[in-house]
């Protein structure tokens, strides 16, 4: 993932409250939030018109939704152990982002962010996520975020 690349996790809603056992986002996928659910039903609500492809390996197809947004979808033995968005922020999104939000609403899915916050499956709140996150920092000021003299006390881990 690219610094000036945002990151979140799409789970079902009504499995965010196992989300407190964690100590970080990278052990979501041991939750198994999506068993159950077969990949074709994960994939289902992405129009087929989105581009779609295998990732780095096959256990990886990403669904581009343009130039500046991408839902990976990760699966394991036959079944979704994760899904993820990523949006480059150097260009526009807005309306890849819209389109995302549409469909999680649709199918009751939710975001989560490298924080483990959950956000609501709304463009709003997304939007704040994005402008908190060291993505939107790093794109705001390439300089100040590298050197630490961005207003934030440290880029440490992030």
């Known amino acids: 993932m690219a610094v ?3 990151r979140c996790t799409i789970v079902p809603a009504e499995s965010t409250d196992l989300l407190t056992s964690l100590q970080s986002i990278a052990d979501i996928d041991s939750l198994g939030l999506w068993s159950g659910m077969k990949v074709s039903d994960v994939l289902a609500p992405f129009p087929p018109e989105l581009e779609r492809h295998k990732g780095w390996t096959e256990n990886l197809t990403i669904i581009k939704f343009g130039p500046t947004c991408n839902v990976e979808v990760y699966v394991k033995d036959g079944q979704v152990i994760d899904v993820q968005v990523l949006i480059d922020l150097r260009d526009k999104f807005l309306t890849s982002l819209e389109r995302l939000v549409t469909i999680c609403q649709k199918n009751d899915w939710t975001f989560v962010d490298d924080s483990l ?9 997304l939007i704040e996520s994005i402008q908190r996150s060291p993505a939107a920092r790093f ?6 975020f590298l050197t630490g ?10």
């Open 4 to 6: 000036w690349e945002y």
């Open 117 to 125: 916050n959950v956000i609501p499956s709304s463009t709003y709140p």
């Open 139 to 144: 794109v705001k000021d390439p300089i100040g």
């Open 149 to 158: 003299k961005d207003g934030n006390a440290s880029t440490d881990g992030q």
